[in-house]
């Protein structure tokens, strides 16, 4: 694998809500065009990494840059798919309103959405098969369904680099599928994917790249070098045994 | 007076007409601005604000020794606005929870200014009567220059709100995505606090400093059952806020001596239960109907079921059976049998029934369509 651009660069970054750190002086490179998997216990810092990264949450030291600029003036590059659970369903709008959101950052401020602008957001809600919701008031989505909202507004977004927290959290077998498909694709496309992620196991079959974490970084790389019991039972603390067989 | 007294004066009479305008704009912006309280939850931030007003209108009186309801109210803005920001930084700064640091917040400033309010009352001089009336509000002291303001202010806060729709609305959904956007959430949030700040304040002369969050909470809880559109639901408060204010003068100046502020609040208030219970899609009336229905569309279908399952064993499909053999169906009531039988799903003949072909395809095709 030869990936030549780093996309996303992260330096010393350490982030604190009170006296303990969340994360500890991270250095992290992310080559461009992979789909990285973050992994690590409760509690770890992986949403905060995140977040830190979109400038949600203000480190108390280090820097992110976004291919080589800081991320302030990269944003348009950047499209973002939070937790499910951080907003309000019963929020009054629809399904297609939410994907609109997605085209606001091109737009700037005060301009409203228009023709063109609803168009990518019926074709982002194609993609991920939620055409006939794109009504729906979005308390009457399903979970599944709701995540696919979110990953549409992401999708709308039409970036260079996707962060995801947890897309497969409470999702059936089904949407499960057409997310890891969409990932794929977004893969394909040369597209830079990182996904805050729970489940070790699909890891090896999901993603190409994988960074270990716990308050401090653990390791970094392509998961058939790096996926390995050493590094699991380094970040879980315990002794752990997952058959990678890739 | 009488009610219809009321309405035939109030296009002739100049008091009641400007009381009732300035209530009727009061209830629009608060009905307005009250769904971007109760969208962002913070329900109770209209309660900490319009408390903390009070101490600016003690001050403001012992500084400039004057009633002029502008100068009271710039007080009031003033003392609510740091009443704000005091519960902001609370929340930002320290760990304590925002419904502590509004409840704090609330306790302290109303403490504050009750002490200045008694303080005031004992000085030896007389023109420190009045003040307590922004306790409990008083509609009839609102003469035109504050309609006048009222109207300025909700215009310029609709034009606001108008020019803003799209970042409000991302904001309130979705606050942390506003941001990685690029949008300045901080700029698009303290606009929409100081609007409610403003909006309080304006009510503080008709409606008091104790109720007046219920004009912010009322009129926007009782759209969202309405509607699941955000405008709309704007509109239907803003509607709702008015017609509180309007009815609620109407009542208090028709029946001598009430006064207007409670009167409007419980106006308000009926707006929300009538909403609560009545409202189609999210009303409690509606909700229960369709848990009736659906539970004996159900019944309905499982006897239906079982029925088939006994018909099936028999080569004609009318082949009559007796009816007793229902009886161990535990889902099986007289009605069960007479609704089927007008569905003409099954054909009732003395003490035995048996299932019509159109029944035998309803059953047939039960579970199988989704």
Do not use: C
């Given at each position: 694998m030869s990936h030549s651009k780093i996309a996303i660069r992260v330096d010393d970054l350490t982030v604190a809500?009170?006296?303990?750190?969340?994360?500890?002086?991270i250095d992290l490179e992310v080559p461009e065009g992979v789909l990285m998997a973050i992994v690590g216990p409760n509690g770890a810092g992986k949403s905060t990494l995140i977040k830190s990264i979109l400038g949600i949450i203000d480190p108390i030291a280090g820097s992110v840059s976004i291919y080589g600029k800081p991320y302030d003036k990269q944003r348009k590059l950047v499209a973002y798919v939070p937790?499910?659970?951080?907003?309000?369903?019963?929020?009054?709008?629809?399904a297609l309103d939410v994907v609109t959101m997605g085209t606001y950052g091109k737009l700037g401020w005060i301009k409203r959405p228009g023709g063109k602008e609803k168009r990518a957001a019926l074709e982002a809600l194609e993609k991920v098969g939620m055409l006939p919701f794109?009504?729906?008031?979005?308390?009457?989505?399903s979970g599944g369904q709701q995540q696919r909202v979110f990953l549409a507004r992401a999708l709308v977004q039409d970036a260079a680099i996707y962060f995801m927290d947890?897309?497969?959290?409470?999702?059936?077998a089904t949407t499960e599928i057409a997310i890891i498909n969409i990932l794929k694709e977004l893969r394909k496309a040369g597209k830079t994917v990182v996904v805050v992620h729970?489940?070790?196991?699909t890891v090896p079959e999901y993603f190409d790249w994988v960074t270990f974490l716990?308050?401090?970084?653990?390791a970094t790389g392509p998961v058939k070098d790096i996926f390995n019991d050493d590094n699991l039972t380094k970040t879980y603390g315990i002794n752990y045994k997952v058959a990678v067989n890739q | 007076m009488e009610l219809s007294e009321y309405f035939s004066q109030l296009f002739s009479d100049y008091t009641l007409r400007t009381i009732t305008m300035g209530t009727a704009i009061l209830g629009a912006i608060c009905g307005m601005l009250g769904s971007f309280a109760v969208l962002r939850k913070q329900s109770l931030l209209g309660d900490a604000i319009s408390h903390a007003a009070l101490p600016g209108i003690a001050i403001a009186f012992l500084i400039?020794?004057?009633?002029?309801t502008n100068v009271l109210l710039l007080g009031a803005l003033v003392s609510g606005l740091i009443g704000t920001f005091w519960i902001r930084g609370m929340v930002t700064k320290t760990h304590l929870k925002s419904d502590t640091a509004l409840g704090l917040v609330l306790s302290l400033f109303f403490g504050f200014g009750m002490l200045l309010l008694t303080f005031i009352q004992k000085q030896?001089?007389?023109?420190?009567?009045?003040?307590?009336?922004?306790?409990?509000?008083?509609?009839?002291?609102?003469v035109e220059k504050d309609v006048t303001l009222m109207a300025v202010v909700t215009g310029i806060c609709l034009i606001i709100m108008l020019l803003f729709w799209k970042e409000f609305k991302i904001l309130l959904f979705d606050a942390d995505y506003t941001k990685t956007l690029g949008f300045n959430t901080r700029f698009i949030d303290i606009l929409i606090t100081f609007f409610i700040v403003l909006a309080i304040v304006l009510g503080l002369q008709t409606v008091?400093?104790?109720?007046?969050s219920a004009m912010l909470l009322a009129p926007a809880a009782a759209a969202r059952q309405?509607?699941?559109?955000l405008s709309v639901m704007i509109v239907l408060a803003a509607i709702f806020g008015a017609f509180s204010g309007v009815f609620g003068t109407a009542i208090s100046a028709s029946q001598n001596?009430?006064?207007?502020g409670p009167v409007i609040v419980l106006v308000a208030s009926v707006f929300v239960l009538f909403s609560f219970i009545f409202?189609?899609?999210?009303?409690v009336l509606f909700k229960q109907l369709r848990k009736y229905q659906n539970r004996r569309d159900l019944e309905l279908q499982k006897t239906l079921q079982f029925m088939f399952d006994i018909a099936k064993?028999?080569?004609?499909?009318?082949h009559p059976h007796a009816i007793?053999?229902?009886?161990?169906?535990?889902?099986?009531?007289k009605s069960t049998l007479k609704e089927l039988e007008e569905k003409e799903w099954v054909k009732v003949k003395g003490q035995s029934w048996s299932l019509t072909e159109k029944g035998y395809d309803a059953a047939a095709n039960l579970y199988n369509n989704n």
């Open positions: 809500y009170s006296y303990k750190p969340v994360l500890w002086d937790q499910k659970g951080s907003v309000d369903w019963d929020f009054p709008t629809t794109k009504g729906r008031q979005i308390s009457q989505l947890e897309p497969f959290q409470g999702v059936d729970h489940d070790l196991q716990n308050v401090k970084k653990i | 400039t020794g004057t009633k002029d030896p001089n007389a023109n420190q009567a009045g003040l307590d009336k922004y306790l409990f509000g008083q509609a009839a002291t609102l008091g400093v104790v109720l007046m309405w509607t699941n559109k001596n009430l006064s207007t409202s189609p899609g999210r009303g064993t028999h080569e004609r499909i009318s007793k053999i229902l009886n161990n169906f535990q889902g099986y009531t």
